[in-house]
């Protein structure tokens, strides 16, 4: 079972350049999310989705975009990278319910130059 | 009204002593407070929970203590051990509004 499975690890980039970042369950949860993580600042949520087909924005959407085709994958995709979204973004999935534990993914580190 | 405030931003603890973090929140329709443990270049995971209805919960050497009155929660780690070095968050979220609202995050240092 290998939970939730983030892909690249790493990556650099160039102003301006798009790329997109995978995210994979294999636990059948209803929900997933895509957090930011900035020193100082928490998580910060991004988008996330309740289910196949239904993505909703969270608190810093902007320059991002989601789509939620399978219940097991949930692409993030930057459209036109800034040196702002240097960060690390993590992908979690918890089952659907009240209460119900968020499990990450080990992260992408990105960084934008 | 949706923020949590994390302290310290980072505590240093000799091996065997208490570890304590403090989180507030403002909003009152908070239901459910979990707390998160991350070490580096992983995810963080559910290290204990707790809602509003009682006042303390304890899962081994973790304890979350809940004061609804004075709108705080904090995490005991009792006999701090070094495999206890992380960052830590408390979160809050609401009703059926299951998106977490994280706190700032404290990085523990468990000395030798």
């Known amino acids: 079972n290998a939970g939730v499975t983030q892909t690249p690890k790493f990556q650099v980039l160039k102003t301006g350049q798009s790329m997109t970042l995978q995210c994979a369950q294999d636990m059948n949860h209803e929900y997933m999310s895509w957090y930011r993580q900035d020193p100082g600042m928490g998580l910060r949520l991004i988008h996330y989705s309740v289910g196949a087909g239904i993505t909703d924005q969270g608190e810093v959407p902007n320059g991002y975009n989601v789509s939620r085709s399978t219940t097991e994958d949930f692409p993030l995709r930057l459209l036109s990278a800034a040196p702002s979204q240097t960060s690390v973004y993590f992908c979690?999935?918890?089952?659907?319910?009240?209460?119900?534990?968020?499990?990450f993914g080990d992260g992408t580190r990105l960084s934008i130059l | 009204q949706q923020q949590v405030k994390q302290s310290p931003q980072s505590l240093i603890v000799q091996k065997g002593g208490i570890s304590i973090i403090n989180c507030a929140y403002e909003?009152?329709?908070?239901?459910?407070f979990p707390w998160y443990q991350q070490f580096p270049g992983k995810g963080p995971a559910l290290l204990i929970a707790?809602?509003?209805d009682v006042s303390e919960k304890k899962e081994g050497r973790f304890t979350i203590s809940f004061n609804k009155s004075a709108k705080q929660f904090s995490l005991h780690i009792m006999d701090s051990q070094p495999g206890d070095s992380a960052t830590y968050f408390c979160?809050?979220?609401?009703?059926?509004?299951?998106?977490?609202?994280w706190g700032a995050g404290t990085k523990l240092i468990i000395k030798p």
């Open positions: 707790i809602r509003p």
């Open positions: 979690a999935s918890r089952t659907g319910g009240r209460n119900q534990p968020q499990h």
């Open positions: 979160a809050a979220s609401m009703g059926s509004n299951y998106q977490l609202i």
């Open positions: 909003n009152t329709a908070f239901d459910y």
